[in-house]
C-alpha cells in the first residue's frame, strides 16, 4: 500500500478558505479524483473548516492544520483538521429531523448532517489539547 500525505496549518479565518480550497484541489486533482467525490469533499471541506474559523477559537483566531492522507488501497483520501480550540465533537449532535419543515426544525447541525452523509467515513477524538475530526472518501 502506498500512501502520500499533505499538511497544511493556516489560520482560522473564513477568508483562509480560498488558500485551503487550492490545497485541497490541487492534491485530489493529483491523485485523479472524480468530480463527484472532489465536489462532495469540497464541500465537506468548507464545512468543517467554516465551523472551526467560527467557533473553535471565538472571539479570538488560532491556526488549524489540515492533513490529507492519500492510500492507494483502496484508493481514498482522509483528511485530517486539528485545532486547539474549544473541545467539540460533531459526531455527537444529535442529526437534525429532516421530516420537519425548515420553521419546525432546530436551527444548525444540518452542515454537519450532510457531511456525515456525503462522507464514507468519519471519526473525531480529542487528544493533547486538540480536536482531532477525519473524514474520509473514496476517490472513485
Given at each position: 500500500?502506498?500512501?502520500?500525505?499533505?499538511?497544511?496549518?493556516?489560520?482560522a479565518?473564513?477568508?483562509?478558505?480560498?488558500?485551503?480550497?487550492?490545497?485541497?484541489?490541487?492534491?485530489?486533482?493529483?491523485?485523479?479524483?472524480?468530480?463527484?467525490?472532489?465536489?462532495q469533499?469540497?464541500?465537506?471541506?468548507?464545512?468543517?473548516?467554516?465551523?472551526?474559523a467560527?467557533?473553535?477559537?471565538?472571539?479570538?483566531?488560532?491556526?488549524?492544520?489540515i492533513?490529507?492522507?492519500?492510500?492507494?488501497?483502496?484508493g481514498?483520501?482522509?483528511i485530517?483538521?486539528?485545532?486547539?480550540?474549544?473541545?467539540?465533537?460533531?459526531?455527537?449532535?444529535?442529526?437534525?429531523?429532516?421530516?420537519?419543515?425548515v420553521?419546525?426544525?432546530?436551527?444548525?447541525?444540518?452542515?454537519?448532517?450532510?457531511?456525515?452523509?456525503?462522507?464514507?467515513?468519519?471519526?473525531?477524538?480529542?487528544?493533547?489539547?486538540?480536536?482531532?475530526?477525519?473524514i474520509?472518501?473514496?476517490?472513485?
Amino acid at each position: 500500500m502506498i500512501t502520500n500525505e499533505y499538511e497544511i496549518t493556516i489560520e482560522a479565518r473564513k477568508d483562509k478558505l480560498d488558500d485551503l480550497m487550492i490545497f485541497i484541489d490541487s492534491h485530489l486533482e493529483e491523485f485523479d479524483c472524480s468530480m463527484k467525490a472532489q465536489m462532495q469533499i469540497d464541500v465537506a471541506v468548507e464545512e468543517l473548516f467554516v465551523n472551526i474559523a467560527n467557533y473553535a477559537y471565538a472571539p479570538e483566531i488560532g491556526n488549524a492544520t489540515i492533513r490529507m492522507i492519500f492510500s492507494d488501497e483502496p484508493g481514498e483520501v482522509t483528511i485530517v483538521f486539528i485545532d486547539s480550540g474549544v473541545p467539540y465533537d460533531p459526531l455527537k449532535k444529535d442529526d437534525p429531523d429532516i421530516t420537519l419543515s425548515v420553521d419546525e426544525r432546530a436551527i444548525g447541525g444540518l452542515g454537519i448532517f450532510m457531511v456525515k452523509k456525503s462522507m464514507d467515513d468519519m471519526f473525531y477524538e480529542y487528544k493533547d489539547g486538540q480536536n482531532i475530526l477525519s473524514i474520509v472518501k473514496k476517490l472513485g
